[in-house]
């Protein structure tokens, strides 16, 4: 039987303009929901990743002692130390041959549920491989997983904020008149453009505006509360892999630039013609640290080597740069050198900055000489041949110590 179309109720303006308002509302808050989930995620993807990275290079630095003896115990003890804080879930140390050295692993979490696993996948989808270097070669790697339960319970927060804000502005758009249809559509415009301002330009300082209908201002509230976690997560983030870049390039102990950052400004040296020109390279090593370290203890020793840290610092000042290579070890790159001549004048007054006794707790004092070797950049093609050259030198000036001093 068919039915006539024109004795079918109709719904009434009021009603369409009801459900209109509705849908409108529904569908710009799913798209705000997507962007703005998908950017924060993206974001926080960005920055997890990064954190993991420069954690896999900062435990490779902990690890090199253990590599070059192959200490799988000791290598043990680092990632289980490290990996109890809750630095990652698991970590993994092969050799150069792909023979495992040493394997740690926490507790696994069999309580996570299908969308956990899936988002943790998603934001750490492969382990973090850092290679672990001693002396310019390859001594192995380390696989490094996320600790990802804080990012999946952040996700979580996240959806569950959107979608109670999704839910509450749905709840609103059916008790509001056509009167307040144009002030809901400027509302919901005002939030879309923020969160496409977020996603676009990452810019996690961005506020909605207040808006003069009480729910979408409560709802605006909750749209910058969300905002403000977001944007502290952010900051937190940006913190933790500035402290991680330190430690990844300073030397703990006398808080000088390491190996890693020495060979990194000393590429970036040679590949810049216009520095290598009157640039130079000083390779200093101590010529009786174990004398010290066997009379008064390594605690001593690392007195000594602070305070050498800190008048090498000085000499440095803001023109050159001071490291230390590790042990008693150390490398100075310095800056507006152009002949031999400067560059012998410069070793005297460092040799003068290095002379005066060091005062130990112990209320005695002891000196530590040191043999210099140098190079001018100039006179070498490579960032080895440069180091190689002072690395001679220095030991030529080392054997001509022990010689006139027995």
Known sequence: MTKDINNMPRPTFKRTLRRISMISVVITMIIAWLILSVSSMMTLKQYAQNNLRLLSVSISHSLEAPMVFRDGPAAYDTLAMLGKQGQFSSAQVVDSSGVIIADWSGSADNNRDMMGGLVSKWVFPTPVIQSIYHDGKTLGEIHLTAMDDIITHFVW?????????????????????????????????????????????????????????????????????????????????????????????????????????????VESMMNDRSRKID????????????????????????????????????????????????????????????????????????????????????????????????????????????MEVADQNMYLEKNKRRLAFG
């Open 157 to 265: 927060t996240s959806l569950g904020v959107l979608t109670a804000c999704l839910i509450l502005a749905s709840f609103i758009s059916l008790s509001i008149t056509r009167y307040l249809h144009k002030g809901m559509v400027d509302a919901l415009n005002n939030i879309t453009e923020v969160a496409h301002d977020v996603q676009t330009n990452r810019n996690f300082s961005r506020r909605v505006s207040a808006e003069r209908i009480e729910e979408f201002h409560l709802f605006a509230q909750d749209f910058n509360t969300l905002l403000d976690e977001m944007e502290t997560w952010q900051t937190q983030l940006q913190r933790k892999n500035a402290s991680l870049l330190i430690s990844a390039t300073h030397d703990p102990l006398t808080g000088l630039a390491n190996r890693t950052a020495f060979h990194q400004a």
């Open 279 to 386: 640039a130079a390279l000083l390779f200093m090593d101590g010529d009786n640290f174990k004398y010290i370290n066997d009379t008064w203890g390594h605690a001593v020793g690392d007195r000594v080597l602070v305070e050498v840290a800190s008048r090498l610092r000085a000499f440095a000042g803001d023109t050159h740069c001071a490291y230390r290579l590790g042990g008693d070890e150390f490398a100075i790159l310095l800056t507006g050198v152009n002949a031999t001549e400067d560059l012998l004048a410069l070793i005297q007054s460092l040799r003068h900055a290095l002379l005066p006794p060091i005062l130990l707790n112990n209320g005695e004092t002891t000196t530590m000489s040191m043999s210099i070797g140098y190079a001018l950049a100039k006179c070498t093609a490579t960032p080895e041949s440069l």
